[in-house]
């Protein structure tokens, strides 16, 4: 997904000495500030209390089962690709209450009510990437597009600024540009940032998405970009979009999976798949949950928790007499499936964003492109399907 450039009178340039203002501009408006910092060995998205918090002259290594970090040559603040956890896990918590019930004194029950219930704080998302902006847009068609939405999700969703960092490198898993979501975000932020530096300079390109982000730009010392700042910033993404470590070609992947379900190399790919679920858990997009029932060992405390699930597990499908999806070539097929085609039947776009996290944190080093690409070489290697999928 490529921008049209801005003109450069809508474009504004904060330095990196000054970029402390930014988190004092969004503490004024009442935010908390969740955005990259280095822990445990990865870029991880967690509260961060200034620009010190960063993770300034860190990168990442990552290929398929692989990712490292390793110092740069430079101090760039978001000098790093996607890491594990995304946006997913502020807007959709892997775990959360529903209801709580609680014995009185007179024998009934006191309910209490759970996430729903709850008023979030308002938070502001620092150094959002532009395929996480997608797959922040689809987890709003997943969750708040139909009847009855998640309320607990639109509550969060609500109280979000979004600023977005258009990507400097790419990573060895990355494949946006085949999706069409990225390097360089065009839509669903309220702040849009290029990081540049230029030898001695080191500055921001800075672009307003939405009324209450050109009302935070104008708190800060920002000042307007020379026509050359702003070719220096495209040439940012431009270059980014031609690192992409991997690509897919999606020409008609909906039918093209659609009519190999039974291509015989589901049963490779299940040789190796473990079924553990990372694949879905680093996700940005899958969204399937699972309800549990607590009970106290007295009798006195009841609850019902959400937690995430996977289409991995063989009790995701239980019914009764036992799964409906058993095997792992079934259950890998699913994913992939509903990932490259039914998604597109349900919410007319792929559920894939090309961020490469799946490729990444898989323990085996399964690579969604590489499969969909061995598919595509032989296609018609397996039985004709209409369309969902075939029995396992």
Known sequence: MSASPPPAGDAKVLDRADFESLFAALGEEGYEVIGPTVRDGA??????????????GWTDEQDGGS???????????????????????????????????????????EVEAGAAAEQPPRRAFLGVRSCDLHAISHLDDALLGFE??????????????????????????????????????????????TEVLDGDRHWFLVEGGSEAGERLAAALPLREARPEEVEAALGVSERTAGQMGRELDTTGIKELLYRNAEHPRWDEVSERCLTCGNCTMVCPTCFCTTDEDVTDLAGETAERRQRWDSCFTLDFTYVHGGSVRHSPKSRYRQWMTHKLASWIDQFGTSGCVGC????????????????????????????????????A
Request: overall charge negative; hydrophobic content about 40%.
């Open 148 to 193: 009855h939405p998640d309320t607990a999700y639109a509550a969060r969703r609500a109280n979000v600024f979004v600023i977005a960092v258009n990507c400097g490198q790419a990573g060895g898993a990355c494949f946006c540009v085949s999706m069409e979501t990225g390097p360089r975000a065009s839509a669903g932020f309220d702040l849009a940032l």
């Open 356 to 391: 490469g996290r799946c490729i990444a944190w898989c323990p085996v080093a399964i690579d969604i492109t590489e499969e969909a690409a061995a598919i595509r070489a032989t296609d018609g290697a397996g039985a004709p399907a209409e369309g969902g999928e075939a029995e």
């Open 43 to 56: 870029i991880l998205y967690e509260e961060l209390g200034g620009v010190d918090d960063l993770p300034a």
């Open 67 to 109: 990712y490292r970090l390793r110092r740069r040559d430079d101090e760039a603040l978001f000098g790093h690709n996607v890491g594990p956890n995304s946006w997913k896990g502020q807007l959709h918590p892997p775990e959360q209450l529903l209801w709580r019930a609680q014995r009185s004194g007179d024998g009934d029950f």
